[in-house]
């Protein structure tokens, strides 16, 4: 049987849940979920220690006042646990689950041109006709595993931390070995170390890593947050990372030594690691103002660490702070002054082989009985290419990406009509607080198609002019700030071979909304209403 609606959402994590609540007030929606719960990011990531990296007051709903006074967060920096409760109440609470079908991958999407509408259909075999597409299908969904050889032959257990199997998992006894030492890597490490015989990290490139000081939440600051919060979301949409901390006033290259010293001591205190980043005006666009903060760090990765050269082998040297996501961590330094925890350099002997008892290096073989991949993912082009999406003129996305993704604003994709997205790629994404700003990016949308709806239009496509603008924009704005000079998720270098420049707009949210704003203001400019 086909069903018809008018909206058709991909994904039941924060942005799709939102996006579920505000169009199914004046529209006929279905949310598919591949999962069997809602949540996304925080459905799939229940590894030991997933926690989120901004404190909670900022990183929840803002779109209902009752929720957000009502809603307790036990502790600063949310648990996945937690995360995931949130996201369950919401969806209880705002009667979503009758729009909500889990256990339910969108497999195709095809547009049919006579009748502008898109066919959809699905894992558990839903066929459905819509007008529009919400693809709220997050930026880091699928899991990024290196094809190194002889996986088949391992004997022992692989888990991706994305992909983490529920319940209790033993590892009394177990010689683990960790690969991937980004935010995910970094969280889990101390825990496997608690838990295993023995830990083997593998790292390739080192983390920037500061204190999370998680802690319990204080009656005193929920009480401050819930009674502003109308003025702080309004500030944290107005700040260039989207989170309130204290934005340097001074260049680090004008300050005196003490000066630099006590700033970046207050940053390092502060519990944010936004605030080292902007701790003075020029961390993110000055390469010697960026070496003051990364050698900071780095002596505070020599204070704690007891063997100095592993503290040196765990000194990121390459790139600078802030090019890849600075980490919080819970002990992680820590982690490596424990006799049964060792690391491995895999940029000077990469990673040949699985054997059937573990790795094999360029260098040593390494005996292991559980193989944790904190590798990271394909991200922000991976879910949607994954799909078989096909538009105007039988055109596949997968083909119109090949060489990396094009869209106009994050938010469309020339010759793919009334196909939105949410945290698109060349959106802020990771660079901005995903919640707060996929709010905005909804809103944004169902503007649009209540434009559309209103002018009786049924046909919104972009150009490749207009993708051609905010290419450039996108990564013109990327050549002014120091992620240029990392390799990373956000320009699609994180896996050999990925193509495609700056996946993530890092010139801010305030300029991203301010560009969007325009464009809405100049007639839906860019977006060709039919
Ligand atoms: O993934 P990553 P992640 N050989 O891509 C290594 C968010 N997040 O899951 O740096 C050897 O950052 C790779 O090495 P290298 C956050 O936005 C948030 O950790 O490429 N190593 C790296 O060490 C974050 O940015 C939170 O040299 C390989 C690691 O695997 C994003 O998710 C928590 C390799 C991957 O690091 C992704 O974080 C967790 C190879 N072939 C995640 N391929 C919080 O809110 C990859 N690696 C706290």
């Known amino acids: 049987m086909t069903e018809t609606v008018d909206v058709v959402i991909i994904g039941a994590g924060f942005s799709g849940l939102y996006a579920t609540y505000q169009l199914s007030k004046r529209y006929k929606v279905i949310c598919f979920e591949k999962g069997d719960g809602v949540g996304g990011t925080w459905y799939w990531n229940r590894y030991p220690g997933a926690r989120v990296d901004i404190q909670s007051v900022e990183y929840s709903y803002s779109f209902d006042e009752d929720l957000q006074q009502e809603w307790q967060w036990p502790e600063y920096f949310s648990a996945q646990p937690d995360l995931e409760r949130y996201a369950n109440h919401v969806a209880d609470r705002f009667d979503l689950r009758e729009h909500i079908r889990l256990s339910n991958a969108v497999e195709s999407l095809r547009f049919d041109e006579q009748s502008d509408l898109w066919d959809v259909r699905t894992s558990a075999g839903d066929h459905v006709k819509c007008r529009y597409i919400i693809a709220a299908t997050g930026a880091l969904s699928i899991p990024n595993e290196p094809p190194w050889p002889g996986r088949e032959d391992y004997e022992g257990l692989i888990y991706h931390t994305t992909d983490w199997p529920r319940g209790e998992l033993d590892l009394a006894n177990k010689r683990v070995g960790l690969i991937g030492t980004g935010s995910t890597g970094v969280q889990v490490a101390p ?11 593998f790292q390739r490139t080192p983390a920037y890593s500061m204190p999370s000081g998680n802690r319990a939440m204080d009656e005193e600051h929920e009480r401050d947050w819930k009674e502003n919060y109308p003025a702080r979301r309004e500030e944290i949409l107005n700040t260039w990372g989207t989170s309130i901390v204290s934005y340097g006033e001074k260049s680090a290259l004008e300050c005196s030594e003490e000066e ?36 900071f760090i780095r002596n505070k990765i020599r204070d704690v660490v007891d063997d100095p050269e592993t503290a040196e082998l765990l000194c990121p040297k390459t790139y600078p702070v802030g090019g890849k996501r600075m980490c919080i961590d819970n002990g992680y330094y820590q982690t490596f002054n424990r006799d049964n925890v060792s690391l491995v350099d895999i940029r000077s002997a990469p990673i040949v082989e699985f054997t059937k008892t573990g790795l094999r290096t360029a260098q040593s073989e390494y005996e292991l009985d559980v193989i944790v991949m904190a590798t990271g993912f394909d991200a922000v082009t991976g879910s949607l290419m994954n799909m078989d999406v096909e538009g105007i003129d039988g055109i596949k996305l997968a083909d119109k990406w090949k060489d990396g993704p094009t869209t106009y604003l994050g938010y469309m994709i020339a010759g793919f009509p009334n196909l939105l997205m949410v945290h698109g790629p060349m959106t802020p994404g990771a660079q901005a607080q995903m919640i707060t700003t996929g709010e905005w990016q909804v809103d944004y949308l169902a503007d649009l198609i209540d434009t559309m709806e209103a002018e009786g239009k049924t046909r919104v496509d972009t150009t490749p002019e207009a993708e051609q603008w905010w290419y450039e924009e996108t990564q013109n704005v990327a050549m002014h700030m120091v992620h240029r000079h990392a390799d990373s998720w956000y320009n699609a270098k994180n896996i050999e071979g990925k193509k495609g420049g700056f996946m993530i707009y890092v010139g801010g949210f305030p300029r991203f909304a301010e560009l969007s704003r325009k464009a809405a203001e100049n007639g839906w400019q860019g977006f060709n209403l039919q």
């Open 260 to 295: 630099r010293e006590e700033i970046l001591e207050r940053a390092w205190n502060s519990k944010s690691a936004f605030q080292m980043q902007v701790a003075f005006t020029d961390v993110m666009t000055d390469m010697e103002a960026n070496g003051i903060v990364a050698e």
């Open 191 to 201: 825990i496997l170390a608690q838990q295993a015989k023995s830990l083997t990290v």
